[in-house]
């Protein structure tokens, strides 16, 4: 039993529309490259926390003309802010 219903192609047209490689795409979800190379190749699934995130960052990439926000959420990242940006994200993305 899965508990993710996004498929192994869901998550990598994710990543490729983020344009992310999968090391980025790891720090992004504060996981393992192996773990991200697993869930693309069907091995494993994300938790659904984790499948909420892609779908989120999926959802802003969409909305977003660019993808500054994740070259601003990976920078951030790697400066230790991101727990807030984080939480900024998921909080922004209920005021629709």
Not at 7 to 28: C, K
Not at 39 to 44: L, P, Q
Not at 76 to 90: R, S
């Amino acid at each position: 039993l899965s508990l993710s219903d996004m498929t192994p192609s869901e998550i990598r047209a994710v990543r490729d529309r983020l344009g992310l490689n999968q090391t980025d795409f790891a720090q992004l979800l504060n996981v393992s490259r192996n773990t991200v190379t697993k869930w693309e190749n069907g091995r494993s699934t994300p938790s659904l926390l984790k499948e909420d995130m892609i779908r989120q960052y999926d959802r802003q990439a969409r909305e977003s003309d660019d993808n500054e926000f994740i070259r601003q959420f990976l920078a951030l990242a790697a400066g230790g802010a991101f727990g807030a940006l984080l939480g900024k994200l998921f909080s922004d993305s209920d005021e629709s």
